[in-house]
Every structure is written in structure tokens, then in C-alpha cells.
């Protein structure tokens, strides 16, 4: 099963941010360089290049939701009862999470679909805490979705 943790801190943008990379080795004049380092390298330069397709992200996935403590989804204000949800205790009174697993499938027709456990964490506000099964596509960076009104989130 794929690992990756999803950290959805949504604000008003809806993006999803990583760390920037770090370089773990530094070279220096005249030091030689194995053809198995260069491809390592220039795989990591084209991985940064490429833009994500929904055909990279067919298969399982882990997830961890992270939202405000106060509210869920997009709503930092609302009044929920976290336990009730499958979230965790609240994390430095900063942010609470819960632990899904998403499936996103090849539907063979040119579609793709994602199907998740026990909670929506793509949907805004109280939606996401049932399980959901929904059609997707990756447009210009943008992960769209159609659930009681289209929404996307930028892809960095």
C-alpha cells in the first residue's frame, strides 16, 4: 500500500504546500560523479518538472486529515464534537486529525475515481465525515471533483 500523508490545512486558496527539498550531498571541483548518482539526480530534477496526472495517483493510499480544532473542513468556526468524527485528541490546541484510506481508480474510459473508507477528507464542511465515492480529474495542476457543487485544490 502507498503511503503519503495528505496535511489538509485548507485556507481560503485551498492549496496544499511540501517542504522544499534539501540536498543531502554537496560536490566539489573535481570529484567524480557515478552514471547511478547523475540518474538519481536528473530523475529528482524531472519528478519536480512534471505535473501530476490522476493516472500517478491510481492505487491505495493512507491519509492524514488535519483541520482547526474548533471547526472541520474550510469552517474554523463551526461546533463539532471531534470524537464523533474519528478525530484524535487536539494537537497543541492547533489542530486535531484522522486517519483514512483513499482508493483512486482508473475507470477505464478515460474517468477516474476515488473511493475513501470512512470519511471524505476532498469535501469541505460537515460532508466529509461519511465515506465517499466520487469522479476526479487533474486539470491544469488543479485537483477537481464534483460533490454538491464543483471544488479544486491546487496541486504544488
Request: charged share 15%.
Amino acid at each position: 500500500m502507498k503511503n503519503i500523508i495528505f496535511i489538509l490545512i485548507f485556507t481560503l486558496s485551498y492549496q496544499v504546500y511540501a517542504d522544499d527539498y534539501k540536498t543531502a550531498q554537496r560536490f566539489t571541483a573535481g570529484d567524480v560523479v557515478s552514471a547511478d548518482v547523475l540518474n538519481d539526480i536528473l530523475d529528482r530534477i524531472e519528478i519536480t518538472l512534471k505535473s501530476v496526472t490522476a493516472a500517478d495517483l491510481v492505487g491505495t493510499w493512507d491519509v492524514t486529515q488535519s483541520t482547526c480544532v474548533a471547526g472541520y473542513l474550510g469552517n474554523c468556526t463551526g461546533s463539532v464534537t471531534p470524537a464523533a468524527q474519528g478525530y484524535g485528541s487536539d494537537i497543541d490546541g492547533l489542530y486535531r486529525q484522522r486517519v483514512d484510506t483513499v482508493t483512486f481508480s482508473d475507470d477505464g474510459d478515460g474517468t477516474y475515481s476515488l473511493l475513501t473508507t470512512n470519511y471524505c477528507a476532498f469535501v469541505r464542511s460537515g460532508h466529509g465525515n461519511t465515506s465517499c465515492n466520487l469522479n476526479f480529474a487533474i486539470v491544469d495542476r488543479n485537483f477537481v471533483f464534483n460533490n454538491n457543487g464543483h471544488a479544486a485544490y491546487a496541486m504544488q
